[in-house]
T-cell receptor, first 110, second 111 residues
Framework: AQRVTQPEKLLSVFKGAPVELKCNYS??????LFWYVQYSRQRLQLLLR??SRESIKGFTADLNKGETSFHLKKPFAQEEDSAMYYC????????????FGKGTKLTVNP | NAGVTQTPKFRILKIGQSMTLQCTQD?????MYWYRQDPGMGLKLIYY???????DKGEVPNGYNVSRSTTEDFPLRLELAAPSQTSVYFC??????????FGSGTRLTVV
C-alpha cells in the first residue's frame, strides 16, 4: 500500500538557519510527489511538484528514488516560513487520489 | 478565476442538526474531494468523486453524504451532527497530475 511518512511532527529552527523537512514514501512504482504548505488558518497551497524541479520561496526538494525520499530544504529559514507542511504522493497512472503524510509544523524563531 | 469556493466559512451546529457544506470549482476538474482536518491528525479523506454522477467513500465517510450532479459542485451533507464532527473541512479538486487545488475551508463546531 502507498504510504507517506513525515517523521517530525514539530520542527523548530532559528531565523537564518537551514531547514530540512523530511518525507519518506512507500510505493513500488514511479510516483508524482508534492509539497503543500498551510499558513495559519488558511487553505493548503501547492508549494512544489517534483516533476517541475522548481524553487519556490527558496525551497527545493529532490526526489531520491533509492532512498524513497522527497525532503524539503531551504538554506536560510525566514519567520514567514512558519507553517504546516504536508508531503503528498500521487501513484503513477493518474490514480484517483493523493496520499498525504500527517504533516510537519515548522516554527521559525526570531 | 475563483478556483475552489467553499461556503460557509464558519458554522456552529447543535447536536442532531443537519447542514450542507457547499463546494464549487470553476476549473472544469473531474476529480473532487472532501477532507477533514483535526488538530495534530493531518488530513482525512471523507468522500471523493471522479466525475459527475460518480462518488466513492474515503477513510472516514460515516455520518456524511455527498452528491455530484454537475462537474462544478460537490456538496457534503451532515445529517445528524455529532460533536465528533467538529473539525475544519476542506474541499479540493484536481485534473491530471498537477495536484490538488484546495478551497479555503469551513470551520464547523458542533455543540
Amino acid at each position: 500500500a502507498q504510504r507517506v511518512t513525515q517523521p517530525e511532527k514539530l520542527l523548530s529552527v532559528f531565523k537564518g538557519a537551514p531547514v530540512e523537512l523530511k518525507c519518506n514514501y512507500s510505493y513500488s512504482g514511479s510516483p508524482e510527489l508534492f509539497w503543500y504548505v498551510q499558513y495559519s488558518r488558511q487553505r493548503l497551497q501547492l508549494l512544489l511538484r517534483h516533476i517541475s524541479r522548481e524553487s519556490i520561496k527558496g525551497f527545493t526538494a529532490d526526489l531520491n528514488k533509492g532512498e524513497t525520499s522527497f525532503h524539503l530544504k531551504k538554506p536560510f529559514a525566514q519567520e514567514e516560513d512558519s507553517a504546516m507542511y504536508y508531503c503528498a504522493l500521487l501513484p503513477q497512472g493518474g490514480s484517483e487520489k493523493l496520499v498525504f503524510g500527517k504533516g510537519t509544523k515548522l516554527t521559525v524563531n526570531p | 478565476n475563483a478556483g475552489v469556493t467553499q461556503t460557509p466559512k464558519f458554522r456552529i451546529l447543535k447536536i442532531g442538526q443537519s447542514m450542507t457544506l457547499q463546494c464549487t470549482q470553476d476549473m472544469n476538474h473531474n476529480y473532487m474531494y472532501w477532507y477533514r482536518q483535526d488538530p495534530g491528525m493531518g488530513l482525512k479523506l471523507i468522500y471523493y468523486s471522479v466525475g459527475a454522477g460518480i462518488t466513492d467513500k474515503g477513510e472516514v465517510p460515516n455520518g456524511y453524504n455527498v452528491s455530484r450532479s454537475t462537474t462544478e459542485d460537490f456538496p457534503l451533507r451532515l445529517e445528524l451532527a455529532a460533536p465528533s464532527q467538529t473539525s475544519v473541512y476542506f474541499c479540493a479538486s484536481r485534473e491530471g497530475t498537477y495536484g490538488y487545488t484546495f478551497g479555503s475551508g469551513t470551520r464547523l463546531t458542533v455543540v
